[in-house]
């Protein structure tokens, strides 16, 4: 059974531009779920989705935001880059016993 | 608010057991969760204990909680150089789905 996929691995954008990252989940997994992994700090929760609704939301400004499409994939946007941006960023699925998320490889994010 | 805490590092030596602790402040929490995190990869869930409960052994992994005190430790007993990774602590409570997890534990191992 394939995992929790995740593109692009790396991405490299500029200041005030914007990035795309794409996950897929495990099939039959309904929730998808963001994290930021900043350098030296824990996972910060970003967004839940569950069945193409947001669930839930953690403490980011609405330049992140995302969409989970019918076949339950998911895309998080980060509109106008800033520099403390770079990170790498988690998705995570799971069925909709909520109780356990398996996390892809992540997206390493570069913001020059 | 809630808080997870975890100490940054932990240097072992291959065959010994080692110990991480996790303290967190929500006394609601409902599970509590180890993950572990090689280098380059994603987090793998190692091991869950819900919070009625005092220990849960999963072979080479003990988890002990101590709801009183709001602390977490994971023993991993015989550590091997394959267990070098970051490990986290994330709890969960209320019922919210989200876990709010530690900054993380680097072991190393060596020989």
């Known amino acids: 059974e394939a995992g929790v996929t995740q593109s692009p691995t790396h991405l490299i954008k500029t200041r005030g531009q914007q990035a795309t990252l794409r996950c897929s989940p495990i099939?039959?997994?309904?929730?998808v779920y963001w994290y930021q992994q900043a350098l030296g700090l824990g996972l910060q929760f970003l967004l839940w989705?569950?069945?193409?609704?947001?669930?839930n939301r953690g403490n980011f400004p609405p330049r992140f935001s995302g969409r989970q499409f019918p076949n339950y994939s998911s895309e998080l946007n980060v509109n106008a880059l800033e520099l403390e941006d770079s990170a790498l960023y988690l998705c995570?699925?799971?069925?909709?016993?909520?109780?356990?998320?398996?996390f892809g490889p992540g997206t390493r994010l570069t913001v020059l | 608010g809630e808080d997870v805490e975890q100490s940054l590092f932990l240097s072992v030596r291959e065959g010994d057991s080692s110990v991480i602790n996790c303290t967190y402040t929500d006394s609601s929490s409902t599970y509590l969760y180890w993950y572990k995190q090689e280098p380059g990869a994603g987090l793998q869930l190692l091991t869950y204990i819900f919070s009625n409960m005092d220990m849960k052994q999963d072979q080479r992994l003990t988890v002990l909680l101590n709801k009183k005190d709001k602390h977490l430790s994971l023993r991993i007993a015989d550590t091997q150089t394959g267990d070098s990774a970051i490990y986290f602590c994330?709890?969960?409570?209320?019922?919210?789905?989200?876990?709010?997890f530690g900054r993380g534990t680097s072991l190393i191992v060596h020989p």
């Open positions: 989705y569950d069945e193409g609704e947001e669930r």
């Open positions: 994330a709890e969960e409570s209320g019922g919210s789905y989200i876990p709010t």
């Open positions: 995570a699925s799971s069925d909709s016993s909520y109780n356990e998320q398996f």
């Open positions: 099939s039959g997994h309904t929730s």
